[in-house]
């Protein structure tokens, strides 16, 4: 049962047994009589002092109970005081009273207050008592507690010691099983490195006798190959380069070395021998093509010109300057491309960063037959009349423009004749009238046509040039008349016309063999 005691009341008690014990103490005449009274005040005071420092944590029933029984004197201490407060005056040390009543006082306090006085020494007597027994029972609960509390902490502590040692013994076999572990490991890496030691060292021993019949071996091809280049003859030199030849790179972009011994004949001979089919075929077969220094463009290789050792020469095809009015010099001129991206080079003209294409302007002309099919294809129909041809010499064009590296761009001035008398020369005139009076009068106006029709760019120039090669060819007398006006186009038509025959006939003769 809990009485709900704090410190403040048992300060209470204690400051109330200190006034009384003053006051007894101040009283005259007191030391001998109530000596018993202030050695109990003392006791009581001593007690109460012992329980106010006892630990309120402890888990003990008779704690509230002592309690109790100690704060349980305050009400009788306090009767007490109030009694003897009335004699201050005369029983104190500083009493001023009457003489009289002073002496009456202390004879009142002498045999009235007197039984008072034992009284209230028995029942400290008897509580001072009770609180001694119940601190006695208080200690042994208090022992009792530890008591069983060590019991537990020693049981706790013998369990763990117990546990050590069953942790103590297994790290023990562990440790014996481990040192076991390690002692095969050891005698298993000790047979094991002389197993090792041993056939590496058989190994080492085959390779070093293989190695020694290696090195005996390739001795003996040595001096072999050393006898061998001994006996051999001194290369023939006739054929090779006493110094350097000349670099060329063809219209295909290709570079081969030419002896600088040569000439320009044999330089032109081998160009047209590597042009005899394929692309360009065609344009050197007409000497629509151009050599120049590799250094500068404008420097045109002929005849004239001697060939130095380690000249770099450039083939270039000759191709008619585009006639869009678009066109600059610094558009690729490929029908394929026509980008503007391009680059100055070195030696002259430019070079196109799409199609790596090289190109520049010439000063020479080309002959007729080579402006009437060197024209991009812009029509599919001309794969038509492209397949209608029976030229075999000549390929397809467009095929021809991919393969180019190297092209030299030319204005062509043709000027086609018209029957528009405010518009020709005499010229014009002239040669209108030799030829429209000819036995063939209709076949000149086909070619009149055929012109002003390609001119008006309503016809493929594939086309244009099928009908016109179909008209000269079929028509001698025609070409006649172009022997005296146009003379090269007239030697152009007779060499075609000589080709078409001999193709015509060897394909009869295949045709017949077969």
Request: aromatic share 8%.
């Amino acid at each position: 049962m809990s009485f709900g005691f704090s410190v403040g009341d048992f300060l209470a008690v204690g400051k109330l047994i200190a006034d009384i014990t003053n006051r007894l103490s101040e009283a005259s005449g007191s030391k001998s009589q109530y000596q018993e009274l202030l050695r109990e005040l003392e006791s009581l005071n001593n007690a109460l002092k012992h329980l106010d420092k006892l630990p309120t944590n402890v888990a003990s029933t008779n704690l509230e109970s002592i309690k109790y029984a100690a704060l349980s004197c305050q009400r009788p201490l306090e009767q007490f005081l109030d009694k003897i407060r009335k004699y201050d005056i005369a029983l104190g040390i500083w009493g001023k009273a009457n003489p009289i009543k002073n002496t009456a006082d202390k004879l009142r306090w002498a045999f009235i207050e007197k039984d008072e006085i034992k009284k209230l020494q028995s029942y400290l007597n008897i509580h001072i008592g009770t609180i001694n027994i119940l601190l006695a029972e208080h200690g042994l609960e208090i022992m009792n507690l530890t008591s069983e509390k060590g019991e537990l902490d020693q049981l706790h502590i013998r369990e763990r010691l117990e546990n050590t040692k069953s942790l103590m013994q297994w790290i023990k076999d562990s440790l014996i099983a481990q040192t076991a572990a390690v002692q095969k490991n050891s005698s298993m890496l000790t047979e094991l490195f002389r197993m090792v030691s041993g056939e590496l060292g058989s190994s080492l021993q085959s390779l070093r006798e293989m190695v020694a019949k290696v090195c005996v071996s390739t001795q003996q091809i040595y001096v072999i190959v050393l006898e061998i280049r001994g006996s051999l003859a001194t290369p023939n030199a006739k054929w090779t380069f006493f110094q350097t030849p000349l670099i060329v790179e063809d219209a295909l972009g290709f570079k081969f070395p030419v002896p600088s011994e040569y000439d320009y004949e044999l330089l032109n001979a081998i160009i047209k021998h590597r042009f005899l089919k394929g692309p360009g075929s065609s344009e050197v077969q007409t000497d629509d093509y151009e050599l120049f220094n590799a250094k500068n463009s404008q420097a045109i290789i002929s005849e004239n010109v001697r060939l130095l050792p380690g000249t770099s020469i450039i083939m270039a095809i000759l191709l008619n300057k585009p006639a869009s009015k678009v066109y600059t010099d610094e558009t690729c001129p490929m029908p394929r491309c026509g980008s503007t991206l391009t680059t100055a080079t070195p030696g002259g003209g430019r070079n196109c960063k799409k199609c790596n294409v090289w190109f520049d302007n010439s000063k020479k002309k080309r002959k007729l037959n080579s402006f009437l099919f060197d024209t991009d294809l812009a029509d599919g129909d001309s794969s038509k009349y492209l397949s209608q041809s029976k030229n075999p010499e000549v390929s397809d064009f467009k095929d021809n423009l991919d393969c180019f590296k190297n092209v030299k761009l030319v204005e062509y001035p043709i000027a086609i004749p018209t029957l528009d008398s405010h518009t020709v020369d005499k010229k014009s005139i002239t040669f209108n009238d030799a030829i429209a009076y000819k036995d063939r009068p209709e076949v000149y106006r086909q070619f009149l046509e055929t012109l002003q029709s390609y001119q008006r760019e309503s016809t493929p120039i594939r086309e244009v040039y099928d009908r016109v090669t179909r008209l000269l060819v079929a028509t001698p007398d025609l070409i006649k008349d172009f022997d005296t006006y146009l003379p090269e186009s007239a030697t152009q038509a007779n060499d075609e016309r000589r080709k078409r025959a001999r193709y015509d006939t060897a394909n009869d003769e295949d045709w017949n063999i077969k």
